[in-house]
């Protein structure tokens, strides 16, 4: 295919990684490629192609393939302690491990879920049956992933909001996470908007994200870019659009500013939904008439995929919300990547026991089925469960 990326690796040699000149080493990444707009120019253009550059462009369309979309599962082991004391269980490794072998191993999961995203321990652990998860899900033809930020601690200097931390060490942990099969990665910034949002976060959330990008893809990961915007506040649908414009104008500027490849990225926006302590709800059209237009003032056309998250709202309403947006083509592949909104109703099923492991996954199936619908634009919503119509926004989640 003819992608710039192409292009690019074609028109640049690879250099070694290092060329003796004057007596001292310099060191060249063989990512760097350079294009001058003009051969007088006195500066130019530089992307970050890369060795990897043909293989991050393939992978992100893979993940972004129709009629599919993202099963998130890098809960940290914290968070997913939170999801099996709800069904009374122990927080142990075993636990963790048997939960995580029963989604990975629905059958016919692949029709419909196209990557998953995976905790450290889960992409270096093993199914109850003694297979590798990653060799478990490529063998559904799903993309393992990575979850590879180390979590939000407190801004200093901001209106009690918080950053991101992970960049240190991020080069070698993505490059161990390659060779064990994952092939793209995830990382969550917040912006809260009933503490501001502060300038301050924003720009932060911003750079914490093309930094990491830039690493990922030097890497040989695809990165997910998510600036979540909490569904946190009683602010209307207008005040988070608002907001959304500002966040997504700094993580494109700074995403530019990285020379973060486009074509090898895929984003994880909020939807542009009104705070959960508004009492004026939107309607699924206006949440997507909202998005829409965000997404066609900010998003360029070389992205990829647009993998929504859930945020807290019910499975149904999630479905309802993305199945609005696919009634009409669009520049980029707009789809799911949904934890709580895919596993929710499949883990209260489970319950702990062996026994109900195949009604949990086909609880998961008609999850997946039915988002994969929405991203088609064909979900009625006809045959839900009250269980899948609750909401579950919980205030000052963390994940």
């Known amino acids: 295919m003819a992608s710039a990326s192409a292009f690019l690796l074609k028109s640049s040699p690879v250099l070694d990684k290092s060329e003796w000149v004057k007596g001292q080493t310099i060191i060249r990444q063989p990512s760097v490629s350079v294009v001058r707009c003009h051969p007088n120019a006195p500066s130019a253009l530089t992307i970050r192609a890369g060795s990897y550059a043909d293989e991050l462009v393939k992978t992100a ?5 129709p009629g599919r979309g993202i099963l998130a599962m890098d809960e940290s082991n914290a968070t997913c302690g939170k999801r099996l004391a709800s069904i009374g269980l122990e927080n142990t490794e075993a636990n963790r491990q048997a939960y995580r072998t029963l989604l990975v191993s ?3 999961l692949g029709k419909y879920i196209s990557g998953a995203i995976l905790f450290e321990e889960t992409l270096y652990q093993s199914t109850t049956d003694g297979k590798k998860m990653v060799d478990v899900l490529v063998e559904q033809n799903i993309v393992p992933g990575i ?13 009690d909001e918080s950053w991101c931390q992970g960049l240190d060490g991020l080069a070698s942990r993505t490059a161990a ?8 990665a995830k990382w969550r910034s917040v912006v809260s908007i009933p503490n501001g949002p502060s300038a301050l976060a924003v720009k932060e959330a911003a ?25 946190d506040g009683d602010h209307g649908i207008d005040r988070t659009f608002e907001v959304a414009q500002k966040v997504w104008a700094e993580v494109f500027f700074y995403l530019a500013e990285n020379n973060v490849m486009f074509e090898g990225i895929l984003l994880k926006p909020s939807m542009v939904t009104p705070g959960a302590e508004c009492k004026e709800r939107a309607t699924p059209q206006q949440v997507a008439d909202y998005t829409l237009k965000l997404l066609k003032r900010r998003i360029p056309p070389a992205v990829p995929g647009i993998m929504f998250l859930s945020g807290g709202q019910s499975e149904v309403e999630a479905t309802l919300n993305l199945n609005a947006m696919n009634q009409a083509p669009h520049p980029w592949h707009v789809s799911f990547s949904y934890a709580r909104a895919l596993q ?7 319950g702990g026991r062996p026994e109900n492991v195949k009604a949990a996954q086909e609880t998961l199936l008609v999850r997946a089925n039915a988002n994969s619908l929405a991203q088609l634009g064909k979900y009625t919503g006809e045959g839900e469960s009250e269980e899948a119509k609750k909401g579950m926004f919980v205030k000052g989640y963390v994940y």
């Open 106 to 108: 629905a059958p016919g």
């Open 207 to 231: 750079w914490g994200l093309a930094r990491y990008a830039a690493i990922s893809q030097d890497n040989g990961l695809v990165p997910i870019v998510e600036p979540e915007i909490l569904l």
């Open 344 to 350: 929710n109703t499949c883990l209260k099923t489970w």
């Open 177 to 184: 996470y390659y060779q064990q099969g994952a092939r793209f």
């Open 61 to 65: 369309k893979t993940v972004a393939s």
């Open 147 to 159: 979850k590879v930020d180390k979590g939000l601690v407190p801004l200093a200097g901001s209106n």
